[in-house]
């Protein structure tokens, strides 16, 4: 029998998944459950060594003889101090240590209670990894301590092996063993891809019967839209499945994602069973929250070798560039080939295919396609009356007949939203953002900088335009980015101003709260003394007419200095609008 304590359940189990079969265990009452554990357990030998110091060399030594990873498991307060001299060997050494710490309950530490210091951490950098993990009480802390045992156990392999730390808190009591059997634990793999001539290559996502592909924030210096081989791989993959893409990315055109899971509704016949999911953020909540009840095995696909498991189901990370990747799953359903489920293949062999397509992602296909169209054809309907989002669409409108080269910068809140609603639907174009944090502050310096950039390499027919389309508090934030010498005239900026933080708005309950106009930040500043004073071109927008004149003169004006169109509209209005506009998906399936 086992542990009652899950941590404890869940450690034990993804350490026999990821091949951990030695343990030397140390003695003392707060890791006793986890020595119970280890010791319950067939698939792990465990070695008793009572001086910790001296165990952690053991350790070592075992390890080094083994060539195998060997975990060290010590009870909580100094007898984690006593691993450092071993630990840091280990460090210079390339040996793959497990070091396993009971601790305390967090409330407990540095209150005078025995043998309690602050253990997270406590191994500075000797340690490629060092996690605590949570005491579960529900799905999302369980979810949480798995991952973060699997994300410390592949760190001890990747790049090279390297000791990992993984601290246990653990309350009273602790001595209950009532558990008849370890969970079935997810584990997460990582797959290295190497060679540029290596192909990714996952059958699974050929043998699935509900397939699908997400693609996050990233952007391709290889992309050539000019290319026809790329032309036929978006082909490919859009016929093939279901492609949920926003305009972060410059490889795929986005549409309303949000929309089409408006439509789709509660309906699990739209739920994927496999998904390959390339780059970085999303910016639709709906979305992660689709993706986390959809249980799907999740493929992530990225240059990062860390475990960003945004989808609570990832189950392999693989280290390459999404664009390479693309690449290869296309070719690797053209190409017939015996490699491996993950690994390298020749795609000039001519074997027998060695996965069976399956015929049902047809189906699956066709019930997203459906959606997609009318989500494109409802979004083009629907013109929007003067506000934020009519600003967004006519931009994007005049920029499908754009004459000459420009990058668009959206800042964070409702301007990358109305972004996603339009930039792919007028105009497949990459939206940048700084979506890392998803900050408002900096987006305005972000595109200044890059305008200027754009200065100093210009191309043949002058500097890029680079446009910024932004919010009235993400503006005024960042006004001090128009205090600035190395602006030019290839900068051009959209600022959208209804007088408050406008997302705001779509918070439920906020409106039954009176501290609302400060949690929306409501004032009356315009941005016409800033330009001013810094010598940047000013144009005021109040209605439809001014705005759409203000639009064409910003993009088609001569000028060596920057240009700031501000667009003011009024907040309930704009969110009006946006309501109309997603009341026409919801019920539509």
Known sequence: MYSNKDNINILTSLLVAHHVRHAVVCPGARNAPIVHNLNECEAIKCYP??????????????????????????????????????VAEAWYQHVP???????????????????????????????RKSVTLPEPHNDDTRWHCNRLVNEALLDYRYPYHAPVHINVPISEPLFEFTTPALPEERVISRHIIRSENDIFTPKVFYEAARPMMVVGQYFSDWVDEDDMGLVDMRRFFYDYCPVMAESLNNVFGGISVDAALSVIGDDTAYRPDVVVYLGGHIVSKRLKRFLRQSGARVIM??????????????????????????????????????????????????NMPFYQLNPAHEKYHLLWKEVMRL????????????????????????????????????ANSSAVRLANL?????????????????????????????????????????????????????????????WNQNLGGNLRV?????????????????SKSDAQ??????????????????????????????????IVTLLTEETTRPMVLEVITDPVDDNEQFQKYNSQFTGKS
């Open 97 to 127: 240590l497990v070091i396993i710490s009971a601790d305390r309950p967090e409330a407990w530490i540095d209150q005078l209670d025995g043998q309690t210091l602050p253990q997270q951490g406590v191994l500075g950098p000797f340690v």
């Open 375 to 410: 989500v494109e054809r409802l979004t083009l309907e629907y013109e929007p009356q003067y506000s934020q989002m009519a600003t967004v669409r006519y931009l994007e409108e005049q920029l499908s007949d754009a004459f000459f080269d420009y990058q668009i910068h959206y």
């Open 517 to 550: 106009a400060m949690v929306m930040a409501r004032h009356a500043t315009t941005a016409q003394g800033i330009c001013t004073q810094c010598d940047v071109g000013y144009i005021r927008a109040t209605n439809m007419q001014e705005m759409k004149e203000g």
């Open 494 to 510: 959209i600022l959208l101003n209804n007088g408050e933080g406008g997302i705001f708005r779509t918070l439920p309950g906020l």
């Open 301 to 350: 696909i990225s240059e990062d070798p860390a475990v960003r498991d945004v989808t609570m189901h990832a189950t392999d990370v693989v280290v390459m560039d999404p664009y390479d990747a693309l690449w290869s799953l296309f070719h690797f359903y053209h190409h017939r080939t015996n490699a491996d489920a993950f690994g390298a293949c020749d795609v000039e062999e001519d």
């Open 49 to 86: 060594v009572t001086d910790e110091r001296s165990a952690s060399f053991f350790a070592l030594g075992l390890s080094q003889s083994l060539t195998e990873p060997v975990a060290v498991c010590v009870t909580s307060g100094s007898a984690l101090l006593n691993l450092a001299p071993a």
């Open 422 to 482: 339009y930039a792919g639907i007028f105009n497949r174009h990459h939206v940048w953002c700084n979506r890392g944090v998803n900050g408002i502050e900096g987006t305005l310096s972000t595109a200044v900088g890059f305008a200027a950039g754009k200065m100093a390499e210009p191309a043949e027919n002058g500097p890029e335009t680079v446009i910024c389309v932004i919010g009235d508090l993400s503006f005024f934030y960042d006004q001090n980015a128009l």
